[in-house]
């Protein structure tokens, strides 16, 4: 999910990485997808993050300088305020053994490097959901692109950023659940209602008006043709020139 508002309060991850590339490939496909990110090298940096506001999340180096990741972690899930606080492992250590090592010290998600910015995205936005799931948000952010639920409205630098009332409906979909694919079928029934006499094609002509919409802040790619299956919201595309292309 994109960066989503828990009320007032953006998502926030704590990164501890002592890989200074990895870190930064962290800090910049998170922060793509709209997460407030704070990037640590240590067990000893992290501590200072934990006071309040406290991280929505910590991604979290096996390995690291000092105290391990997995002590640490082992070491959260004893103390009350942080036993309950979602955590993802990251390692370059891919046997069965160490990814149930990781789990059974109290990770809730294991990931083997190298990894894919995607895959880990997909994994946070997943672990949220589980998380916080019970929330419903009321902003979702995709870069610089804020889609503002209960407002029906979306923004970019405080600009309004035209649209109709089905376009945005269709951004909403797309921005709260993204890389899921709809089929026309699926996004009949959501944006019209499963008693809609409307031609699957009519969902064509709405992607075309808010691939559109987002060109005109360079945001169109944004909403991806799937062949042969549907579309999708990718909040890693690339921003740029318009490509319309039919599912």
Known sequence: MSDLELGKTVYRILVVEDEEGIQELLRLSLQKQGFDVTCVASVEQAEEHLRDPMPHLIVLDWML?????????RSLRR???TQSLPIIVLTARGEEGDRVHGLESGADDYLSKPFSPRELGARVQA???????????TH???GELLVDIKAHRVTLDDELVGMGPTEFRM?????TN???VYSREALLDHIWGRQSFIEERTVDVHIRRLRRALAKVGYANIIETVRGEGYRCNPLAPRGLLVEEDA
């Open 140 to 142: 979702v952010r995709i």
């Open 178 to 180: 993204p890389d899921r």
């Open 127 to 137: 672990l949220l959901r589980r998380s916080y799931g019970g929330l419903t948000p």
């Open 171 to 175: 951004l909403r979909l797309f921005a």
């Open 79 to 81: 103390a009350e305020r």
């Open 65 to 73: 300088p000092g105290e391990s990741g997995v002590a640490w972690c």
